[in-house]
Structure formats: C-alpha cells, structure tokens
C-alpha cells in the first residue's frame, strides 16, 4: 500500500515537472548556447627578445558614433556587463588614479562608484506627516558616453609583423557642477583587458545587420570593430595630445600619429 502511494505520487510529481516544461516560453527560436560554450584562445606566445619596436596608445571610443552605438545598446551595453562581472566577482577592476592597474579596487569601492546615496522625503499617507528616507540610485549605462582604451602596438620579429594588444578599457564619466556646468571628464576605472577577455568572449554583441550574427564582445575588440580616437601616446613629457595642441590640430596629430604607426611596418621592409 505504501509502495503505491508512493508511484501514485511519484507520478503526479513528474507530471507536474513535465507540464511546467511544456508552459516554459522560449523568447527566440532555438535555445542559443554557442557563445557560452565558446572557449577564449590565448594569445600566441611571445618573447621580449622578439619585441623590434614598440609603441604604447591611449585612445577614446566615443558610444555616440554610430559604429559605437552597440557600446550602448540598452539590453546588454558594455558598462553593465563590466559592472556585473565584477560585482560577481569574475574579473577585478583596478584604481582610476593611474593606468598601471597597481590598486585593485574591492567591493566597497565598487559600490562607491556606480551607486550614490540620496534622501528622499516620504509622506506617511494615514498622518500626513513627512520623513525622510535613504535611498540607494545605481548608475545609469547612458552616463557613460565614452570609453578609454589602453594599448600597445609592437613588431614581432618571430613574425616579421606589427601587431597591437589591448591593455587596459576604462569608463570615462562627466563631471559637473554645483550649477549644473561641465567640469572635466574622467575614467570610473581601469579593467584588464587580458583578463576580462573570458567574460567578454561570451556576452553578445548587437549586429543591426544580422540579429543571428554570433559576434562577441571579444571579437569586437580583436578585429577592431570600433572607430576610436587617438588622445595619447608613450612620450618623456608623459603628456595628453590636449595638452600641447587645441582644436583641429588635435585631430590631425592624431591622423599623424596613426599614419606612423602603420607606415612603420612598410618603411621597415622598404628601407
């Protein structure tokens, strides 16, 4: 007897398993796991000895842009998926004051960055009486309009070619204010971008021509699918482009110093 009641329940169990299965909506057409099962190659191995010539770049992508809009892209933009993965503790940010990534930052100062405390009054509805109330407002992906990138191009003589690596990504926020007026604008923190470069092998990126397009945020950053400005390079003076040049000129050592970079490999070879 119990031994039936038992099968009567086991069975009434697994139909209720089966029938919740089957009322499961799927918000697509097939289940997709390909970028989560997608395993990041490391990069080839590389010897100091081989190292001919060597550059270092600080560049800014601009999310306004229209190259860059997937930067933004409201269900998954950059900035949130950076935030999550650190806040579960699957890459670790490092301390704007420098880019050398030298002072990672914990939990506490995460939180000081992309959460801000405020205080709300609150009305009692049966006595009419005002309180206040602390509140905690996380930060809005559309504050970040735009991102540095920290990178070094080199030629590998094993190779006989000029490659480039990313170093470090960092959000950049404006700063404003008592009236409302823009200050300066300056980088959240610092990611290590070689050890982000698992995570961000499996988050999606938008492709406006093909939604089925298996393009991650990796691949994004490898093939240099973003338009991107130079600001900086490696110099004694350890100086922004900003800080020597103004207007168009800006713009145009920039050209110049991209120009060098990609001249270099065709003047070895011609020289």
Known sequence: MTKT????????????????????????????TTLQERTV??????READIFWEKRIWRVINTREKMNLP???????????????????????????????QFPLDSTDLNG????IDTI???????????????????NFEDVKRFRVKEVWFFDEATASLKVRILGIAPLVEVFDDNGNFRYEKPMFWVYYPQAREILSKQKVFNSQNDAALTSWEDLFEMRFFASTIYKQSNVHNNRI???LSGIDQLLEADKISNEIFNFEHDLWSY
Do not use: C, H
């Open 113 to 116: 960055l992309v959460y801000s």
């Open 242 to 244: 900003e800080d020597y």
């Open 71 to 101: 930067f933004v892209y409201p269900e998954a933009p950059l900035f949130n998926i950076i935030r999550k993965a650190a806040e579960e503790g699957d890459i670790t940010l490092y301390s704007a004051e420098d880019d050398s990534f």
């Open 41 to 46: 190659l490391s990069y080839p191995s590389l």
């Open 121 to 139: 009054p609150v009305t009692d509805l049966e006595t009419g009486e005002y309180s206040y109330k602390v509140v905690s407002n996380q930060m």
């Open 5 to 32: 009641f038992g099968s009567i329940f086991l069975l009434i169990f697994l139909s209720i398993q089966l029938q919740a299965q089957e009322t499961q909506v799927l918000d697509d057409i097939v289940p997709r």
